[in-house]
């Protein structure tokens, strides 16, 4: 995006203050038009940078990340091993090391959400429990707008969320629930091949309670899959709410925050 000199001294000082953003327009010849096909209409207007993300949080959604990936990775190895290549078991990259790496990952995983679970109390307003989940009737009201907006038919009512909206707070209501099934059925898992040890009495009623190692290894399975969506999509989300609504959907994840217009309403505003 280009900006005005103001708008790149406000990236480099974000506590500057509001900051007018002016763009060049869109021409049918021009590359970003080709790019997309249906020109977004340029950033203009002054717009002020807010700090949403506190470092701890930021931090946590990374490891986080990074623990996902390698669950998925060495989770296929376990279920499926040399699905990517014929190594023997007793290379460096063999099923001991994947279950090693799956089994700390996981536990890494637990240590992330348990400080998310602290920084939905200890967290700024866009960081607490009503701004991540759609608790709140306003929000549910807004849900639908927001799928219409995502579908690309927004209504001329269209709410505007400085945190998260409705949409991401469903999303991200599923991923903590996908989560904790995946964790809950991978300690029971684990457990297993530790039946004197006390985690087991922990996880044994979880294996129970759903019917035996094979339904929880099928639900075990199932998350995955629910993550392996969920990750290109969330990009995708990100990536387009840069490109659409200039919020800095990406970068936000780094620095902890973004630009908003000073002159729009938004919901959660006064929250």
Known sequence: M????????????????????????????????RL???????????????????????????????SIVLLIVTGWWIGRPFFMGTAQSTSAFGTQWA??????????????ALVRIYWLVAGNRFERFKALFPVRPRDLRNLFKQMRFYLFMPPK????????NPMAQL???????????????????YT???????????????????????????????ATWFFVIFIPVHVYLAMRADVIERGGGVSQMINGGKFVPIDEDFADAED
């Open 192 to 222: 297993t091949t530790h039946p004197n040890g006390w985690m087991y009495g922990v996880f044994y009623p979880v294996t129970t309670l759903l019917g035996g190692l094979q339904s929880v290894r099928l639900l075990h399975h199932i």
């Open 2 to 33: 280009t900006t005005s000199s103001s708008a790149g001294d406000a990236a480099l000082h974000p506590h500057a203050g509001p900051q007018r953003i002016v763009e060049p327009p869109v021409t049918p010849r021009s590359p970003r038009s």
């Open 99 to 112: 279950r090693l790496i799956h089994f700390r990952a996981g536990m890494v995983l637990v240590v992330t």
């Open 157 to 164: 009512d269209m709410p505007s969320y400085i945190g998260h």
């Open 36 to 66: 997309l096909q249906h020109p977004v209409p340029p950033a203009k207007g002054e717009y002020e940078w807010m700090y949403l993300w506190q470092f701890p949080l930021r931090l946590m959604h990374w490891i986080a990340a990074l």
């Open 171 to 189: 999303s991200y209501t599923l991923v903590y629930l996908a989560a904790a099934l995946m964790v809950l059925t991978g300690f029971a898992l």
